[in-house]
């Protein structure tokens, strides 16, 4: 044996070997991640990370929700929109990293809370724990004379703690008492309603859908897939679940009023008078921002309004090739808007108009026109006209707001010398004899949106005893109370112990209004707490 081995050698000139940790079986290792998936800290950590990747879909625009939004970012930055598109940001809650995150905060809740039940139900039906061996070690004590015997005393005791509702074990000469099993009880209901909405969001979001609809007064929308402009299914969406009703805009009424600081009109109210047809029959009803009407099981949300000029036009022949409401879209708080109308056959190869729309035409020092109200005091349109193949054949998605200028003839307009400008009632004959256009009416249109959410009901119960178990939870205190008899024969003593798990700033009080019960005699009145 040399130097270095013996135990009697210097501290600093021992050779330590090597400590090397047991490897790890696959048994093993999966016992371990399982343990570390489903701590509580963990499971905050992917709570906190599902938050954080929720950022994404609601800076970038969703296909889901807003698929122009994503349509005019491919055009105004393609490289970025590729981009984001390569890491799923277009559909930030179906993409593989969200849906990751969510499912294993899902099954990290699941597993911290099944266990926790199975031990919660253990201590449900176990009896109250002893007292302790050391009795100094309690938060709480008092001594109490046993006026009236120790039997008389121990019942006054046992009764003073049952009308408290605490679980009472009488055993002999002493009593075991515990209260508060409704804290971990709402902790528990808290984190299965927690579970319950994930598990909602999660499910129940596919049978949920939504769509939109641009409604001209007068028109009649009715609850079938091809009625809608835009439509957006959940995953197990079924035209069947779409329940027949139909919709009309009757009339829709805005008011505003001037502020004479900022010289503009604001909208204070936006009314839309709609008649329903549904199962129970005819009925009125009203449509206003943030005053949703519930028709079929669904939602309908008011989304916007403007102007659709109603814009009849012939061919040279005289016969009517176009002749209904156009919708325009407003740019500014005065409605000023623009419209597109698109004649693909009765005009030569087609026709195309590029229009604007003044509720309240000006002329303007410059001799352009503006809208100075959002109100129709003076309605005028004007048409930019072009003649050519408007691409409607070549089926490909087109705009219904752009025209493909570009290829385009224009033939009357802006920029030509012949100004297309016309108020209610105003007829423009084309060029070359190719027909008319009329202004022949005004009529208002609004956006709805119609919406299924699947989800409400359970996410609502959900919330309901997500709360009611976090507010059980923070309201009981746990509390444990003893009792057991000492002193004489002729001087017997009640000794009362009582501690509480946690800060507990009531627990002095509690016992004194415990005791202060069972000092006074079975038909007295029972102190409070």
């Given at each position: ?316 022949a005289g016969d009517v090739v ?174 009362w112990g009582a501690m509480s ?16 019960s069972a000092r006074q005699g ?8």
């Amino acid at each position: 044996m040399t130097e270095f081995d013996s135990p009697d050698a210097p501290r600093k000139n021992r050779v330590s070997a090597p400590i090397r940790g047991a490897k790890l079986g696959p048994v093993e290792f999966l016992r371990f991640a399982w343990r570390l998936l489903t701590s509580m800290r963990t499971a905050i950590i992917l709570l906190v990370l599902v938050a954080i990747a929720a950022i994404p879909g609601s800076i970038v625009p969703q296909r889901s929700s807003d698929p122009n939004g994503v349509s005019n970012l491919y055009s105004s930055d393609p490289d970025l929109a590729k981009l984001y598109d390569q890491f799923q940001l277009f559909d930030t809650f179906t993409s593989v990293w969200f849906s990751s995150i969510y499912l294993l905060l899902f099954v990290s809740l699941i597993g911290c809370i099944i266990p926790r039940i199975i031990h919660h139900w253990g201590v449900l039906r176990a009896a109250p724990a002893e007292a302790p061996s050391s009795w100094g070690r309690l938060t709480e004590r008092r001594l109490e004379p046993a006026t009236g015997g120790i039997v008389a005393s121990l019942d006054r005791a046992e009764r003073a703690l049952r009308a408290k509702r605490y679980r009472v074990l009488r055993d002999g000469d002493s009593i075991a008492a515990e209260f508060g099993y409704l804290r971990e009880t709402g902790n528990l209901v808290f984190h299965v309603a927690l579970v319950g909405i994930l598990a909602t969001l999660a499910l129940a979001s596919g049978f949920g859908w939504n769509g939109q609809r641009v409604l001209v007064e007068g028109q009649t929308f009715t609850n079938q897939l091809s009625s809608y402009d835009t439509f957006h299914p959940g995953a197990w969406f079924a035209e069947s679940n779409l329940q027949p009703y139909g919709l009309t805009l009757n009339s829709f009424t805005p008011t505003y009023v001037h502020d004479d600081v900022k010289d503009a009109w604001m909208p204070v109210d936006f009314t839309a008078d709609m008649t329903v047809t549904d199962s129970t029959g005819i009925h009125d009803a009203t449509l206003k921002v943030n005053d949703p009407l519930v028709a079929g099981g669904s939602s309908i949300y008011l989304l916007g309004n403007g102007f659709a000029p109603v814009i009849t036009v012939t061919n040279g022949a005289g016969d009517v090739v176009f002749d209904q409401p156009v919708v325009f879209l407003s740019q500014d708080s005065n409605l000023t808007s623009v419209g597109v109308v698109k004649i693909p056959d009765g005009i030569g190869d087609g026709l195309g108009m590029q229009g604007f729309f003044y509720p309240s035409a000006v002329k303007l020092d410059s001799g352009a026109l503006a809208s100075n109200s959002p109100e129709p005091t003076n309605p005028t349109v004007t048409f930019n006209v072009y003649t050519g193949d408007l691409g409607l054949d070549s089926g490909a998605s087109a705009n219904a707001f752009q025209l493909p200028i570009d290829t385009l003839k224009q033939i009357a307009g802006r920029h030509t010398g012949v100004e297309v400008v016309l108020t209610p009632g105003d007829t423009f004959t084309l060029p070359d004899g190719l027909g008319t256009v009329t202004f022949s009416s005004l009529s208002r249109f609004v956006g709805i949106e119609i919406r299924h959410d699947a989800t409400q009901l359970g996410v609502a119960l959900s919330a309901f005893f997500l709360v009611a178990g976090l507010l059980a939870a923070l309201a009981t205190r746990r509390r444990r109370v003893w009792v057991r008899v000492s002193g004489t024969a002729r001087n017997p003593k009640l000794e009362w112990g009582a501690m509480s798990r946690g800060d507990d700033p009531q627990l002095d009080a509690t016992v004194n209004a415990l005791v202060a019960s069972a000092r006074q005699g079975p038909n007295d009145k029972v102190a409070t707490v």
